[in-house]
């Protein structure tokens, strides 16, 4: 099947700049060990997810659809250069008439047997003002099936981020309440806890797939904060594969086994059994003696 995996020609399409960056990260990539990645892209339908992948490829790889919702179906994309091969898989949208659509997830899900997740990337737009519990809904939805693990693999990702926030507020102030609130939907729908915070760092990128996106002086794309933003999104990649977690295995038992988030629940009964007698017990017990020691208090 190798060799029908194509070569990435269309690195060629950017600046020489951001060229030079990137195979300057899958060089180091590589130095690590790491001559495969293969990134799973999903979010709500319309998101801009792919798009986002066609802007990593440099190409049009995968169709793009404004009005139409795709085909229920995943599309993987690979290419390789100088030695490296990117995988990128593009997934239909997780919503559906204001629910979660639990067919194209189980289509997904399917899809991605005995594949390798490196890295997740959850698309949504920057040019979106609220979060709501269909955003939860799509969190959990991914937890459920991949595991929360799948968070420390995982950072965010934001299209049309070229925009002139509403109300006047500084672009850099839009951005973070903006993904501050995502953040915070996607700890309360992963289940990370407070102290999680360290192993679950989720980084937000942002990302402008439109051909009117702005270029600097070096002809590369940018951002109104100024950021080149492909090398910052590659560079993101590599820092979440090299961040020490696990890649997350589709496994049969992953698939079909019960949700990954409630294994070992079946132990809670034996955990209170045994505190009932390890702990409650033995306190009482020390309760007893002192009792029967001080059957006068102290203070007659
Ligand atoms: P998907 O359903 O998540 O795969 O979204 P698509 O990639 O198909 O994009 C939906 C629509 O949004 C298309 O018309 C894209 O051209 C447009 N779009 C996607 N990303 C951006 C972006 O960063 N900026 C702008 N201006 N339009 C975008
Ligand atoms: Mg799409």
């Known amino acids: 099947m190798a060799s029908l995996i194509r070569e990435w020609v269309g690195i060629n399409t950017f600046a020489s700049a951001t060229q030079t960056k990137l195979l300057e990260m899958l060089g180091k990539l590589k130095q690590e060990n790491v001559d495969t990645l293969t990134i799973l892209v999903m979010g709500k339908g319309g998101v801009g997810k792919s798009?986002?992948?066609?802007?990593?490829?440099?190409e049009r790889a995968v169709s793009v659809n404004p009005f139409q919702s795709e085909a229920p179906r995943t599309v993987t994309v690979s290419r390789t250069r100088a030695g490296f091969t990117l995988n990128v898989i593009d997934t239909p949208g997780l919503i559906e008439g204001g629910y979660v659509n639990a067919q194209a997830l189980e289509i997904i899900k399917r899809s991605l047997l005995n594949k390798t997740i490196d890295v997740l990337l959850y698309v949504d737009r920057l040019d979106a003002y609220r979060v709501d519990n269909l955003d939860k809904q799509v969190v959990k939805a991914i937890t459920d099936s991949f595991g929360k693990g799948i968070w420390n693999r995982a950072f965010i990702v934001l299209t049309h981020a070229q925009l002139s926030p509403p109300d006047g507020l500084p672009y850099e102030d839009f951005y973070s309440k903006r993904s501050g609130a995502l953040l915070k939907v996607v700890r309360v729908g992963a289940g990370l806890k407070k102290q999680d915070k360290k192993d679950?760092?989720?980084p937000v990128v942002l990302v402008e797939n439109s051909g009117r996106c702005n270029k600097n002086e070096i002809d590369e794309k940018v951002l109104p904060n100024g950021i080149a933003w492909i090398p910052h999104l590659v560079?993101?990649?590599?820092e979440v594969?090299?961040?020490?977690?696990?890649s997350i295995v589709v496994d049969k038992k992953l698939i079909?086994?019960?949700?990954?988030?409630?294994?070992?629940?079946?132990?809670?009964p034996l955990i209170l059994v045994f505190q009932y007698f390890f702990v409650v017990k033995r306190i009482?017990?020390?309760?007893?003696n002192d009792i029967a020691r001080e059957s006068r208090p102290s203070w007659e």
């Open 241 to 246: 594969v090299l961040n020490g977690s696990k």
């Open 284 to 288: 009482e017990r020390a309760i007893k």
């Open 235 to 238: 560079k993101t990649i590599t």
């Open 200 to 202: 679950f760092a989720i």
């Open 256 to 268: 079909e086994g019960p949700n990954p988030n409630e294994r070992g629940k079946f132990l809670i």
């Open 51 to 58: 798009s986002t992948i066609n802007s990593i490829i440099g």
